[in-house]
């Protein structure tokens, strides 16, 4: 193979989930037998890069200020759920049980790996407890050790008095899992059965 496509191939891999031969499949799809489709790739690409950013209230991906969860008048935003990433937030909108707000963190407390608050989405959900809108929270984070000291780190920072009630969802996630890999049933009960936070 040539050095071109070797680089192509490299690229593909580093994607999330895309192994050696499923990038080289592509690489070999893109370059061979389907050239006609590259052009409208890259431009999609491009245009995606320049457009989708973090939405500035709850870190979800937006091309304006707010996302498109944020702008739904019809959902309660004073009920925020909190997952680790976008995709977190995907699988919740996709069981259909929560007509909440949300709050991407963009990762999980690990001090082990160098992840401190400061390398979390964390400044704006602090400031959207300390201004009052958020009446509960919701925890949809990872049930392992790095998911559960996020939680605490979120309790132990929530404003005094007692505003905010706190609750974790249920688990009939496996432990050790994420939200993204559950089923939409297993997100509702999850959802449905969770509890108080302490």
Not at 24 to 49: G, S
Not at 131 to 142: D, H, K, S, W
Not at 145 to 150: H, K, R
Request: hydrophobic share 40%.
């Amino acid at each position: 193979m040539t050095p071109a496509f070797e680089q192509l191939q490299q690229a593909l891999k580093r994607l999330p989930g895309v192994g050696y031969r499923s990038a080289e499949r592509m690489a070999l799809h893109l370059l061979v037998e389907k050239p006609e489709r590259l052009p409208a790739l890259v431009e999609a690409l491009e245009a995606a890069a320049r457009a989708v950013r973090r939405c500035a209230r709850c870190g979800n991906l937006a091309e304006g200020e707010a996302c498109a969860v944020c702008a739904d008048a019809r959902r309660d935003g004073a009920v925020v759920c909190v997952v680790e990433h976008v995709p977190d937030l995907v699988a919740m909108e996709r069981s259909g049980a929560y007509r909440g707000g949300y709050h991407v963190l963009h990762g999980r407390l690990s001090p082990i790996n160098g992840v401190g608050p400061g390398e979390l989405n964390w400044e704006s959900l602090k400031t959207r407890l300390e201004t009052g809108e958020v009446r509960e929270l919701i925890l949809a984070l990872g049930n392992d050790v790095e998911g559960e000291a996020t939680c605490h780190f979120i309790q132990q920072h929530l404003p005094p008095g007692g505003a905010v009630k706190v609750s974790r969802i249920g688990f009939g996630l496996p432990s050790g899992g994420g939200v993204l890999y559950a089923d939409a049933v297993t997100l509702r009960s999850a959802l449905e059965g969770r509890r108080e936070y302490s």
